[in-house]
């Protein structure tokens, strides 16, 4: 059995490095399913703090890929209704769900205030951390 908090350490890490190598990556963050709880909780993340620790399925970008089970790529935040604003700087998001044998756990969540920046590349790569958490937790 691992320890939370030794998960939680290296879920940070991963974060720390994404925010640190990546320039368009300004937040970088996870939010895991919470217990039995239709919502997301929001777990380690390195940028500005946001309000938003609790966000209900279905609510926001990262709601809706709680329910939708997809990759969700934003070029332009303004332009999305089902939006949960955090920051005024931020330009565009892309959300890749976390798969634990077939079911989806939670989610990388990541802010850019850069317009429109994140490619097939990006969604194989953050594909690629999503299968690396599943595997450690
Ligand atoms: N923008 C997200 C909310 C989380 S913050 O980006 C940290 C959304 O619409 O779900």
Do not use: M
């Amino acid at each position: 059995q691992k320890t939370e908090g030794t998960v939680n350490d290296k879920l940070l890490s991963i974060c720390t490095l994404l925010e640190k190598h990546i320039p368009y990556y300004n937040w970088v963050g996870f939010y895991f399913k919470n217990g039995d709880k239709n919502e997301l909780k929001l777990g380690p993340y390195v940028g500005e703090p946001t309000d938003h620790t609790i966000i209900p399925f279905g609510k926001g970008i990262c709601g809706q890929v709680a329910v939708s089970n997809k990759n969700f790529v934003v070029p332009d935040v303004a332009a999305q209704d089902n939006y949960i604003a955090c920051s005024i700087t931020v330009k565009a998001e892309i959300v890749i769900p976390i798969f634990v044998n077939g079911e989806n756990i939670g989610q990388i969540d990541i802010d850019s205030n850069t317009p429109d920046p994140f490619t097939e590349a990006d969604e194989r790569f953050l594909e690629f951390v999503c299968e690396q958490v599943a595997s450690i937790l």
